[in-house]
């Protein structure tokens, strides 16, 4: 037998799951029509996998559901609902749309004798048409079967129900608050299920639910002949499942589930292409530097998509700003500029200073030196033995390089849904937007956008509810755009700078968004190895006119905040916003989100303000999730590019602020080692 | 108003121009671009691709990928070659012992390798390497391995050239994370061809100089 043979034979034996992520490792989650883990309608007390996030669609005659939920730790869940009920008040009556938020908290785990137990909250905020809490246990009794029983309140206690008393029932005000007076109130009832996998691809479920749809039943819009829903699940591919049931002996019930985990990269370390790899030094003296060895290097970085702003050379060292465009990783970037160097520079060079720009400001500075390069280019602790940092250096003694394009532009198509009035479903708006900038300085940029619908004139869309006693800086919003001629989204002129040791400063000048132009003052103070920023802001808005073109209406205000910001180190992100809003209403805006250091974020906020709620309207208060998802992550090559999705309440006139662009702390932190460079600093040798 | 953008996953569809690099669209964008907005894509310098000459090229077999192909010599430092493929990948030799790759997708991030080279010449021996990788999240993780290196004896092999009888060495290596093994054909202290370990989903490079 040859070597050949051998060799197609022979193979890596990964043990564990450490390096084989894209290995499926655990059961797949089983998901309900509610779009948490469970069985066709009851919970289990089974959780997803840490950081799974997943979007499903549910439908049956009366419900119809978009669902999505996120496991925000370990053991805690969140779903996000948007959901249809159909004929709310009994056969061809009117439905009605509603949006709830689910909690879901695994207590302990299963063990060879115990069951895992976990508690839920159902719709626990808002008008509460789902809501419901329930205390449930899972057992596998092999591996193929799961048995779950609990107990539930609320809808979930409505089939044989006992003890209790009363539940509150409707809500309060507008709606929108917890729902604290509720919560394990009124009479509890039991369910049960069984989910037994047959194969990879097929589970069955059977299920006794406690929801006995009293309302429904009651209004002759559903007929029960049995507590039982039965069901089954076939797991299309990974990452995506179909769901069919049969529920309550009346009813068909179809769902598509997708789920992935930000933790799951294929391929890990991207298919971008490879770096230049570090070159030897050369005999050229450090003093036999040109202009020649700068313009070389310059075309060096542009073919890796990062511009060359300010060079010095001093001594045997040279300290370089440059703008990373292509890198979602300063560091993958830095690395990159670093080995370009070795191989640009004489050799008498042999220290590297080397200043990432975010918005033309220096973020922070790493020195290598040649030798370190040379000796960690392909060591399994390489990244971790290059890696420091510091503040950035004086701007006096470095020589800047002129961009070589300072105008760009660009056209692509967009897409945005809008919905004005509560009980309508999502209004699109599709056409094309042009982008320009022009780059004066790197730190003083005119930039705008141009769009055009390509659906023509709207209609004024209807108001949703009774004018409130504020100015109405986001309701208006119905009105502008209506002519279906081309707008400017926005059009201004931003300087940053930084004028002191660790801040950072931003002004911002014209057309800022779309209902809003004045002027936008920021400043930031964060060091570049500390997890805390705090910035404060202020806005002199005044509001456009309706043809979003070059005229204003003669509304003015003058809203700002202090901000705090603080990065925890198991990759939670809170923010806190205290000040005044557009409308003229002071309170706090509160953030927290899960950042993934690949640069998936998922996070939740609310505003409140002294606007009492029945001003605000339906919601009560601003409130909202919000998810990022990086481009690289499904293209596998390098992108900054990403995907910003919120789902927020209906945007009333509390809580608004301006939409500014370029605020200062995701630009800042983005270069810092206390920031995404630091946390993407395995990327350096990439 | 309520809005929901998610202008970013229609974009990636068809922009162009200089602001819309780095999308789906890019390679059409860029074509369109190039025509348009004069923003010519300066010539890279490095890494260089020199002419082929006896001793630079590495015919490599990357079994993950099931794909061959002639790599060239891209740079030479001190005991380290880098070899790059038509496609841009690259893999680091140091000694003719796999240090790096990159551009592969799941790449080997570096290796510490001390003592192999000498175990390999002497047929025996027993060392401890690391390899690093990066993970999901953008952090290296590294695997310690405990090797064992074993004079397998001579064997027939056939190159690009013909048959040829080789000395192969084994070099068996083992964590609670990976297990794999090492096959060097060497002729005198001359590594001629070798199956090295990349990355379990990456499989081996097999290697063998021109």
């Known amino acids: 037998m040859g070597p050949w ?122 008008t509460g048409i789902l809501s419901s809490e329930y205390i449930v246990a899972t057992k596998a009794v092999s591996n193929k ?92 591919r990974p990452g995506m499942t179909f769901d069919l049931a049969y529920l309550y002996g009346s009813d068909l019930a179809a769902s598509v589930t997708v789920f992935l985990n930000p933790n799951d990269r294929l391929p890990p370390s991207g298919k971008e292409t490879a770096p230049p790899p570090v070159s030897a030094a050369d005999a050229r003296a450090a003093a036999s530097w040109s202009t020649t060895d700068r313009d070389i290097t310059a075309r060096a970085m542009a073919a890796e998509g990062i511009t060359l702003n300010a060079l010095s050379i001093r001594g045997t060292t040279a300290r370089l700003r440059y703008t990373n465009a292509r890198f979602r990783s300063e560091a993958q970037a830095m690395g990159r500029v670093a080995r370009i160097l070795t191989n640009t520079m004489p050799g008498g060079i042999k220290t590297f200073v080397l200043e990432p720009m975010g918005a033309g400001i220096p973020l922070s500075a790493t020195t290598l030196t040649r030798a370190q390069l040379e000796t960690f280019e392909n060591r399994a602790n390489g990244a971790a033995a290059v890696r420091t940092t510091q503040e950035a250096g004086p701007t006096a003694d470095l020589t800047p390089v ?152 003669d509304f003015d205000t003058v809203t700002g905040h202090i901000s705090a910001y603080y990065s925890f180190d198991n990759g939670f992100q809170t923010q806190v916003d205290v000040g005044q809003y557009l409308a003229g209403d002071i309170g706090a805006t509160f953030s927290l989100d899960r950042t993934f250091d690949n640069g998936w974020e998922v996070g939740a906020y609310f505003t409140v303000t002294d606007m009492p709620f029945d001003q605000f309207g339906e919601g009560s208060f601003d409130k909202g999730i919000r998810i990022t998802v990086p481009t690289d992550f499904f293209l596998g090559t390098a992108t900054q590019r990403n995907s910003s999705t919120a789902l927020s309440s209906l945007t009333r006139d509390g809580g608004a602020r301006l939409n500014v662009q370029g605020r200062l702390y995701d630009i800042v932190e983005n270069g810092h080692q206390a920031g995404s460079m630091g946390d993407t600093w395995g990327r350096f040798w990439r | 108003m309520r809005s929901v953008s998610i202008i970013g996953a229609i974009a990636l569809l068809t922009a162009c121009g200089p602001m819309n690099k780095g999308g789906l669209g890019n390679q059409l964008a860029s074509a369109i671009q190039a025509r348009t907005s004069g923003d010519a894509a300066p010539a890279p310098t490095a890494p260089a691709l020199p002419s082929v000459i006896a001793g630079n090229v590495l015919l490599t077999t990357l079994t993950g990928k099931d794909a061959t192909a002639p790599l060239t010599r891209a740079q030479t430092r001190g005991r380290t070659t880098t070899w790059i493929s038509p496609g841009d990948v690259t893999l680091a030799l140091e000694d003719g012992i796999l240090v790096g790759t990159r551009g592969l997708g799941n790449d080997l991030m570096g290796a510490d390798i001390a003592g192999v080279r000498a175990a390999i010449t002497r047929g025996s021996g027993s060392n401890t390497r ?69 990355s379990p989903s990456e499989g081996f490079m097999i290697a063998e100089a021109l």
């Open chain 1, 5 to 126: 043979g051998m060799k197609t034979r022979a193979s890596i034996i990964a043990v564990t799951t450490a390096l084989a992520a894209s290995a499926a490792t655990a059961q797949e989650t089983s998901y309900t029509l509610y779009g948490t883990p469970g069985n066709i309608e009851m919970p289990s007390a089974r959780s997803a996998p840490d950081a799974e996030i997943s979007a499903s669609l549910s439908f049956w005659r009366l419900q119809q559901k978009a669902n999505f939920s996120f496991q925000l730790t370990d053991r805690l869940s969140g779903t996000f609902r948007y959901g249809g009920i159909s004929e709310r008040n009994g056969p061809d009556t009117d439905g009605t749309f509603d949006r709830s938020f689910d909690l879901h908290y695994r207590v302990w785990d299963e063990t060879a004798v115990r069951p895992a137990l976990a508690i839920g909250l159902t719709d626990f905020m808002g």
């Open chain 1, 402 to 553: 002129p961009a070589a394009t300072p105008f760009t532009w660009g056209i692509s198509p967009y897409l945005s849904l809008i919905v004005f009035n509560g009980n309508d479903p999502v209004q699109a708006d599709v056409g094309l937007e042009a982008m320009a900038r022009y780059e004066i300085t790197p730190s003083l940029v005119l930039s705008g956008a141009m769009r055009q619908s390509a659906l023509g004139a709207r209609d004024l869309a209807d108001e949703f509810q009774a004018p409130n006693d504020y100015p109405n800086v986001r309701t208006d919003a119905r009105f502008y755009g209506l002519d279906g001629a081309p707008t400017i989204t926005n059009l201004s002129l931003s300087h940053y700078s930084r004028p002191a040791t660790n801040l950072y400063s931003r002004v911002s000048l014209g057309y800022l968004e779309e209902m809003y132009g004045g002027v936008s003052a920021e400043v930031l103070w964060k060091p570049v190895d500390s997890n805390f920023a705090v910035g404060a802001e202020v806005n002199y808005a005044v509001q456009r006119d309706y043809d979003m073109l070059f005229g204003f209406r």
């Open chain 2, 130 to 198: 690391v390899h690093s990788y990066l993970d999901s999240q953008d952090n290296i993780t590294s695997i310690t391995l405990t090797c064992t290196v074993t004079r397998v004896g001579p064997e027939q092999v056939t190159l690009a050239a013909g048959p040829r009888t080789l000395t192969r060495t084994d070099e068996l290596c083992k964590s609670a994370q990976l297990v794999f093994t090492n096959s060097y054909w060497t002729a005198g202290e001359n590594i001629v061809k070798s199956k090295q370990a990349i």
């Open chain 1, 145 to 236: 079967l799961d048995v779950t029983a609990g107990i539930g309140w609320g809808r979930f206690g409505t089939r044989d129900g006992f003890g209790g008393g009363d539940r509150p029932q409707g809500y309060t005000g507008e709606g929108g608050e917890v729902s604290f007076d509720k919560f394990f109130k009124g009479p509890a009832a039991f369910f049960g299920a069984l989910d037994y996998r047959y194969n990879d691809k097929f589970s069955f479920k059977a299920e006794y639910s406690s929801d006995a749809y009293v309302r429904e039943v009651g209004n002759g819009s559903l007929t029960q002949s049995s507590p039982i829903n039965v069901g089954v699940t076939y797991r299309y």
